[in-house]
């Protein structure tokens, strides 16, 4: 993941998640970070092996620093603990760590500010298998011009990662009836979980 880093970034010589993290809070890269209350740099174990990424903190988040902690947030635990795993085991981030005004969806320049903290990120975390959670994060992460039903139901590959792509948990509290193919995603999700016991790390630098 370090090569998809700007030549030059101080990220690449930052050895946790914690000097992330500090960095994140204290160094604004585009407007949205000067009029945030915190930064929400991610949450959770540093080598999981399951990073979950959305687009970008709501005002729960933003106000406490920490990823998901709303009614989205809830119910991610919930689809999670359906599929046999605890948010605490796995690493939970935003593309985005700042929110932006009135949770208006993020713009490509604040995105491609921010993507290469995740980079840094998923460089030090090394997980097997990531889940990006709505259209927003899926295109952002993996660069495609596409429809959510484009990218869902199979496993994408992000530089040596799978990654799948499913709702957002704050639409599927809009569309209830978006529960049944995201439930559809995550048990797939959950068998190639099984399948990776064992994460070959060389794809993964």
């Known amino acids: 993941m370090d090569a998809l880093l700007p030549a030059g ?3 690449a010589h930052m050895a946790t998640l914690g000097e992330i993290a500090a960095w994140v809070e204290r160094t604004p890269l585009i407007d949205i970070d000067r009029t945030r209350t915190r930064a929400v740099a991610g949450h959770g174990k540093a080598d999981a092996d399951l990073v979950v990424i959305g687009e970008a903190p709501g005002l729960d988040e933003d106000r406490t620093g920490k990823p998901f902690v709303g009614r989205a947030g809830l119910l991610l635990t919930k689809i999670l603990a359906a599929i046999h795993i605890d ?9 985005l760590k700042s929110r932006p005004p009135s949770n208006r969806r993020p713009e490509q320049h604040e995105m ?5 903290i995740l980079y840094r990120q998923l460089a030090l975390i090394r997980p097997c ?3 990006a959670l709505g259209k927003t994060a899926g295109t952002g992460l993996l660069g495609l011009k596409t429809s959510l039903s484009g990218m869902r139901g199979r496993f994408h590959d992000f530089h040596g990662l799978p990654c799948m792509v499913t709702y957002h948990p704050a639409a599927l509290l809009r569309h209830p ?3 049944k193919p995201t439930w559809e995603d995550v048990q797939r999700l959950r068998n190639r979980y099984d399948e990776l016991t064992e994460c070959p790390t060389a794809t993964h630098v």
């Open 177 to 179: 009836n978006w529960k």
């Open 129 to 131: 298998l990531l889940l």
């Open 9 to 11: 970034s101080p990220l």
């Open 112 to 116: 491609s500010a921010h993507l290469p």
């Open 87 to 95: 948010r605490e085991d796995i690493f939970i981030t935003n593309i």
